[in-house]
């Protein structure tokens, strides 16, 4: 028998048989001569001769075929294993956390993980707080200054009223306000004035889909300046949900609003997307996020209540 | 450096939570400034036996409020009886503390079993976590350097093959 014989290129085993595939010019080999010193010259007509090698060949899939499989929702965490705190238990390591900070500079805030497909409509809208976080909003509004729109929303509290002006300040880059309004007449005017590209990534380019364009301007002047807006990113849902000196049944209140507020938000949309509410997490401007388990105190505080939870 | 102010900060950092934790009724209040040779002190308000007490505190009798600044500033809680002040400069965390808590006659939280379970099993947790990284980062390495010497050698029979 002769020695086994190896392909120099692709290492596989070249059998005796096989070198009968090829044409004729090649000379037979019998099991009792040695190969010729020529057929190990020709590596590439070796390549593909074994059968065994070709039953047991890798497919190689081409590059475009390969690939993972997407999730198509948000992954969520299993809360069996989770830790959960009631609501003064939580407020106690926050406040803890946030100690010496100057009071108004601190904000709790409310992370609502929500159960969600990636593609779907995403929760978005305006809520009063029963106890307003933020009470000084500055407010731009676009219409004529001299007009009765004007007028009334200067009367209403907003900051900045006109046209032309508020253009020219924003292109220099002058942006004073924390929320612009439109009114209808003076849309055409705003388009016109290609201001999407610098109020745009701020959110503050007027609407018609976030209600910021608006026929009567003073009310809307009035509702936007006590209430704060918040919006579905990524599947979670975050807004500032009180100040750092509220006591716990203020902040229970205002809890509660805001979570029926995205419940009823969620109804809304579930005939298109079906979104549900997984997980409440706490957090405040220098805390860690602790996950709420919905009771308001537990008994095994120490005695610690509510009350004790308020004092900065 | 910092002019002694690097224990008053620590301190505010990592002790006053905790202790801000375990006594969530006491008001405790910081103030900074940015001029670096001012002084570090902080005051410690008493109030009468009679002042509500705050179950579960760690803190004895008299029901203490807290401020550490460089000017004192007035609780608006009960009444303050009288005054402790503690001078914070050039001194660690730990030294601050144990000033602390000879002024205020507090009482340290002890751990319960529970919390000492939770403890160790964390602290084990750390150890066999270090010895894994130590080994996988071993691991790894080896397989960058296996890596890096097949890209070399494809390198090269490019190169050869031109």
Known sequence: MAAPRYCPSCLSLASQTTTTLFRASTPRISPFTPPPQSLLQQPNQLRAASQNALKYRRKDVPASQKRKKARSTFLVPDLRNAIQFSLVEAMRYLRASEVGRPPTSSKYELHLRLRTPKNGAVVRNRLRLPHPVKTDLRICVIAPSDSPQGLAAKAAGAVIVGEEEIFLAIKEGRVEFDRCLCHTDSLALLQKANLGRILGPKGLMPSVKTNTVVKDVGASVREMAGASEYRERFGVVRMAIGQLGFSAEEMQRNIRAFVESVKRDMQGISDQTAKDLHEVVLSSTNGPGLSLNGSFSSGEDGGVGARDVSTL | ?162
């Open chain 2, 1 to 162: 450096m910092n002019d002694g102010h690097m224990g008053p900060r620590k301190f505010w950092r990592q002790e006053l939570v905790r202790l801000k934790y375990h006594n969530p009724a006491v008001s405790m209040t910081v103030e900074r400034s940015t001029v670096q040779h001012d002084s570090a002190t902080m005051s410690i308000h008493f109030t009468s036996e009679n002042a509500p007490q705050t179950s579960g505190s760690a803190t004895s009798a008299p029901n203490a409020t807290s401020s550490t600044s460089t000017d004192k500033a007035p609780s608006n809680a009960a009444p303050t009886e009288r005054v402790e002040t503690i001078d914070m400069k050039f001194k660690s965390s730990n030294e601050i503390l144990k000033e602390f808590m000879q002024v205020t006659r507090a009482m340290p939280v002890e751990a319960t079993a529970e919390e000492r379970e939770v403890m160790r099993s964390l602290e084990e947790q750390r150890i066999r976590g270090e010895r894994d990284s130590k080994l996988s980062l071993e691991v790894r390495q080896k397989k960058k350097r296996e890596e890096a010497i097949l890209a070399q050698a494809k390198g090269e029979v490019a190169v050869a093959a031109q």
